[in-house]
């Protein structure tokens, strides 16, 4: 039996850097140096400066690579890092066709960043295929998938798109942060680059920020390398070894938290005082079939509404459980606020037009108690029917 043939839970454990070669030490060894004494002066050894390659960095790069079914992983200090990086694989006058909800930074990157070196971008429902298709223009060289999408998950038809690309010879970009490689793996159904915000489910425990990319092809494998030691937005080893950490519980950690997503998704969509509830895994997300084609499972991550701006301050302010915050995909739950927070950098009227309204929260599910998290969520909502002036009725 090889690696190859190991299931996915098993791979996260037993993957090509399950020993240290050295030591027979089962954890990798964290290699703080920065540089390395070359024998030779002819003929350097593998590693000469840590920028290039570190070994503790390399093992995750390896690990992610082998995770996500591509040949070549990068790691970058953040989730943005790997994703700059990758769109610098794009030169002036390349056009690229993006998902319209696609997450505040890179939306921030795309619109004040690539636009002053001359990139252009068309921002496009990626659920709606001839509107992706009306975008492409003669110069378009990448296309940008977020699936599901933040915070709205909406789910793109990654092959549908990846064959688009193919046809007019451009790259397909996946953001698989929501998912991860145990449930959604995008190479498969060709996409060029897989990216991550490794801040998220991949470390899992709200205390490191890094970033990831992985590749399927030798040539493209040489110019994200290439990029990222000429950019230089590489990984720090502690870092590097808390995701390789996070990592080893991955498929536990994301299939406790999807079980409980699944059912505080139902307890909320039969709640009458939520409007609308957000999540692939419900028969009537209108994407709910093609989730279930491309991805083996719906995640952690949901998002509803409330009737308006001022029952949902009432029901964040009493909502004792989840933390408050930016982010996603810990141990803990998470509540977020779109508006403010992962879309603040999207101007009101942009937000406003893609759906991400005022009343609108986003809720990531951790290891608590789901019984525990239903009871929190009904006595905040008691809470909005006890003022009045607020709450007309169901
Ligand atoms: C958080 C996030 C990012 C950015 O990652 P950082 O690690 O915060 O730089 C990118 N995409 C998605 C979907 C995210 O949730």
Not at 96 to 101: G, H, K, L, N
Not at 252 to 269: C, D, G, H
Not at 302 to 320: A, G, I, P, Q, Y
């Amino acid at each position: 039996m090889t690696n190859d043939t190991f299931t996915f839970e098993t791979k996260l454990l037993h993957n090509s850097h399950k020993i240290d070669p050295v030591t027979g030490a089962v954890s990798v060894p964290i290699q703080h140096a920065s540089t390395y004494h070359q024998f030779n002066i002819d003929s350097f050894g593998k590693y000469d400066y840590s920028r290039s390659l570190n070994p503790t960095r390399e093992a995750l790069e390896d690990v992610i690579a082998e995770l996500e079914g591509g040949i070549k992983g990068f790691a970058f200090s953040s989730g943005m890092a790997a994703i700059s990086t990758a769109f610098l694989l794009l030169s002036a006058g390349d056009h690229v066709v993006i998902t319209e909800d696609v997450y505040g930074g890179t939306f921030r990157m795309v619109t004040e960043v690539l636009t002053r070196f001359g990139i252009e971008h068309t921002f496009v429902d990626m659920t709606n295929l001839e509107e992706v298709k009306l975008a492409i223009q003669d110069n378009t060289k990448a296309f940008y998938i977020e699936t599901p999408s933040n915070p709205l998950l909406k789910v793109t038809d990654i092959q549908a798109i990846s064959q688009l690309a193919k046809e007019i010879g451009a790259l397909t970009y996946v953001d698989n942060t929501f998912l991860t490689p145990a449930l959604q793996k995008p190479l498969q159904f060709g996409a060029d680059i897989v990216l991550h915000s490794a801040t998220k489910f991949l470390s899992g425990h709200s205390d490191v920020v890094a970033g990831l990319a992985v590749v399927k092809d030798e040539k493209l494998a040489k110019k994200l390398g290439f990029l990222q030691n000429s950019f230089g937005a590489v990984l720090g080893v502690q870092d590097a070894w808390l995701v390789l950490r996070g990592l080893k519980t991955l498929h536990v950690r994301l299939e406790q938290s999807q079980k409980s997503a699944i059912e505080l998704a139902e307890f909320l969509q039969d709640h009458p005082l939520v409007q609308k509830v957000h999540y692939p895994h419900l028969a009537c997300h209108p994407q709910h079939q093609l989730q279930q084609k491309q991805a083996a499972g719906p995640g952690a991550v949901l998002s509803f509404e409330l009737k308006d701006e001022e029952l949902l301050r009432t029901f964040v302010s009493n909502v004792k459980i989840p933390v408050f915050a930016v982010s996603l995909g810990a141990v803990e739950s998470i509540l977020s606020y779109p508006a403010k927070m992962s879309h603040a950098a999207m101007p009101e009227e942009e937000r406003e037009k893609r759906g991400i309204r005022n009343s609108l929260l986003r809720f990531s599910v951790g290891l608590e108690n789901v019984e525990d998290l239903k009871k929190d969520f009904s006595q905040a909502f008691e809470k909005i029917k006890g003022h009045s002036f607020a709450y007309k009725g169901a």
